[in-house]
């Protein structure tokens, strides 16, 4: 089993930078891909940014030059570093990652993060 914990949410006013992580715990024997999530209000869960097990990376348009998404592989944790924040950004952020051994995704709790004046 493995458990996901983020942290780094909290109240930024627009245009403020924030950095999320993710530690990953617990029975690992390899970690493939690593991704962040987001869900705000009134809308769907949408992929935000993912990093594969190689470095290749992938963005939502929406957040392509602001987000930059990196992994640790000795720690275990993945971060997502957002600049120029927006009210639009404002969602629960969510961490997820693919393991050899399982066929479905880890899920963590959620950190929330709120883009307001």
């Known amino acids: 089993q493995v458990q996901l914990v983020e942290s780094g949410g909290g109240l930024v006013q627009p245009g403020g930078s924030l950095r999320l992580s993710c530690a990953a715990s617990?029975?690992?024997?390899?970690?493939?891909?690593m991704a962040w999530y987001r869900q705000a209000p009134g809308k769907q869960r949408e992929l935000v940014a993912g990093?594969?097990?190689?470095?290749?990376?992938n963005y939502a348009d929406s957040v392509k030059g602001r987000f930059t998404i990196s992994r640790d592989n000795a720690k275990n944790t993945v971060y997502l570093q957002m600049s120029s924040l927006k009210p639009e950004d404002t969602a629960v952020y969510y961490c997820?990652?693919?393991?050899?051994?399982?066929?479905?995704?880890?899920w963590g709790q959620g950190t929330q993060v709120t883009v307001s004046s």
């Open positions: 997820t990652v693919g393991v050899s051994s399982y066929p479905y995704r880890y």
């Open positions: 617990g029975s690992i024997f390899s970690i493939n891909s």
């Open positions: 990093i594969r097990s190689a470095g290749s990376t």
